[in-house]
């Protein structure tokens, strides 16, 4: 397949003038989880839905409400509606969205539980949502980038291990520990299939990824490396074999010093920096790395509004004017969070000078 040269699609969408290096103010913007529950209109299709997991794959559905935000507010880009555990629910993992409470998996818990998973099954459920990519090159505004994206084998790993979402990755954390060779074999069949998952996104007309690592902040440094850095620098290898054309944006979230060297260990061409990360932090990374950096509002504030959000997107605009920057939240937009808030940021950011 001939994919358009980058050079060639940034002359024609403006998200991704960074990654060929043109400076470009004000930035591009989009919101991570920018298609959600906070919309009115997205209660309502996910309402015709039934399930979450419906909701993924209907490609019809999934690409209404990745059109949404788009409609409202203009982003730059739009990102895929789908999420991080289409990967084991495709690799024949038992998984639910149990309504207020988030994921439940059926969880794998040794290596006899790992040999259940089966790789060779993953072809209709990602080509169900390779579908979704195609409806939306059709439908989007052609000045909008599509990102595809998928979870990081870590934070993946760390659902189909621990079952459900929990605050410290304690379950994965200790198989890591006490069974390294089986957890080694889990992360190389998530680098597998994430890999093709990706593949296919691309092939379908996603012009740039997002790798979510949300949960990369709770490894020591040694771990980090392994768990991390390693499967991460392994998909991009391989991405970037295949598609050198396609930026990758990298969110190991939490990472906070370890970030620079995430940024050139893995070969992510842009690294996404949580909340928690200083403005000062996000010049440096930019300064020692050279790569587009994107960040870092907290999304509480979106849901405080007012004066603190606009000094604090001020200070942000301020630090990050002539560098490589794409302006986004620290981490997923929050479901109370005013949509009228939403169009107070953007016309702040659109009007950036
Ligand atoms: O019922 C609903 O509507 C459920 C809410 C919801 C939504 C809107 C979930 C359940 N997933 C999604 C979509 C989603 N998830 C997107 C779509 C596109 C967009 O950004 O607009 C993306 C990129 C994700 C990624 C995702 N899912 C991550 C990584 C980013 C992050 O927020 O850290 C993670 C960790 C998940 C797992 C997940 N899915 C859903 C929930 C509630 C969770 C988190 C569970 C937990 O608390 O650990």
């Not at 060639?8 to 991570?32: I, T």
């Not at 990967?87 to 539980?113: C, H, K």
């Not at 370890?258 to 440096?284: I, K, R, Y």
């Amino acid at each position: 397949m001939t994919v358009e040269t980058l050079v060639q699609r940034a002359q024609r969408r403006r998200f991704l003038k960074p990654f060929v290096g043109e400076l470009l103010w004000p930035p591009p913007m989009w919101l991570m989880r920018q298609a959600g529950r906070y919309l009115p209109e997205y209660r309502e299709t996910r309402a015709k839905a039934g399930s979450f997991l419906n909701l993924c794959y209907s490609p019809k559905l999934a690409a209404e409400v990745t059109l949404q935000p788009i409609r409202r507010y203009g982003f730059d880009a739009s990102i895929l509606f789908s999420d991080i555990l289409v990967v084991p629910d495709a690799l024949g993992q038992t998984v639910s969205f149990v309504e207020g409470e988030g994921p439940r998996l059926d969880p794998i818990e040794d290596a006899e539980g790992l040999a259940r998973l089966d790789s060779a099954q993953t072809g209709d459920k990602f080509s169900t949502v390779a579908e979704t990519v195609s409806l939306l090159r059709q439908q989007l505004p052609d000045e909008t980038a599509l990102i595809g994206f998928c979870g990081a084998p870590w934070t993946v790993a760390t659902y189909m291990i621990g079952g459900r979402g929990s605050p410290d990755q304690a379950a994965a954390r200790l198989m890591a520990y006490k069974d390294p060779e089986t957890f080694q074999r889990l992360m190389d069949i998530l680098v597998e299939s994430s890999v093709d998952y990706l593949s296919r996104q691309i092939e379908a007309g996603a012009d740039v990824l997002q790798i979510f690592d949300s949960w990369a902040g709770s490894l020591a440094d040694n771990q980090f490396d392994r768990w991390v850095v390693a499967p991460t620098r392994l998909m991009v290898a391989r991405l970037k074999e295949k598609y050198p054309e396609i930026p990758i944006l990298g969110f190991p979230r939490g990472a906070d010093q370890l970030s620079a060297s995430f940024a050139s260990q893995t070969g992510v061409d842009a690294v996404s920096c949580n909340t928690a990360m200083p403005v000062s932090g996000m010049v440096q990374l930019s300064e020692a790395t050279g790569r587009v950096v994107q960040g870092n509002l907290d999304p509480l504030l979106l849901v405080a509004g007012g004066k603190q959000l606009d000094d604090r997107v001020a200070e942000i605009l301020g630090a990050m004017k002539g560098r490589k920057f794409i302006f986004n939240l620290g981490h997923g937009i929050l479901q109370y969070t005013p949509p009228e808030n939403v169009s107070r940021l953007v016309e702040q950011v659109r009007s950036a000078a």
